[in-house]
């Protein structure tokens, strides 16, 4: 296993491409059989920051991580936002079931989509995610991550149960003053919340067919998209850049690895 190590002075964008085929919310069933076969970590208690930063050098090792997206994810607890009876899994690099039908993004796709967004022409001159809409609040993880890294957050979740519960582990951990508490909204993300916009950074936790009108429209200028959507060759990261020159808009769209993400659904239940 990879030891703690500092974080080094200077901060470089990830920009290696992964390979593998990221499965960051397999079926409910498979997460639940692979957590039941986790070791539980031995040595250090949860609530320690080392246990967090032992997973984070396990990410770093790989090479493939932006060191400000990896300096958020080691200070956020990630074993607060699962059941207790799951908390000693969550520092492994997997999904993990979070009630609803639905699970919590494994860590290192977590890093691996704020990496993209970093990489963005606006983030990069900013050096802030800025003004964040996040479609699929979920257990609320990856909102507290990207609260470290923006100026703004706006998660929509359409699930009331998750929608509510994301905001109770949000409340029990306390971020630092200096950072923006996420603003939850339980409601269709496929509509965005113009309100809330127009977004530096969209980043959607669900997969779907498309990116949905609203989200092209609600992001602004020099801003940055990431999201799982259905190509060619099934479900891939699609990343979109709002380019304006000269008054005018441009889409630029790329496609990255296949992945597997939870389907963006409809309405609210
Ligand atoms: N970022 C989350 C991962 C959540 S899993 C975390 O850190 O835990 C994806 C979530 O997207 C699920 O909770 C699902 O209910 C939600 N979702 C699916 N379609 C949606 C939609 N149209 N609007 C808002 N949330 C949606």
Redesign the pocket.
Known sequence: MATAKRFPASLKAATAPQRELLM??RHLRQATADAAKLVRPSGTGLDSGAVRERMVSRLRAEGKFDERVLAAMAMVPRHE?VDSALAAQAYEDTALP?G??????KPSV?GHMLGLLFAGQGAQQRGSLGRVL????????????IALLARQVT?????QG?HEK?RSHLQRIALQRSHPAPRLIW????VGHAASGPFDSII???G?EDIPPAWLEQLAPGGRLVAPTVSGRGQVLVVLDHLREGGVSRWVRSEHEAVL?????????
Not at 261 to 269: D, E, N, R, T, Y
């Open positions: 960051p919310q936002f979070i609803h039908g639905q699970t919590i993004s977590v996040e479609i699929g609040t979920g257990c609320g993880y990856q909102a507290a991550v998660s929509i979740e359409r699930l998750l994301a409601g269709d993300g496929r959607a936790a669900a779907g993400f939870v389907p963006l659904k409809s309405g609210v239940v």
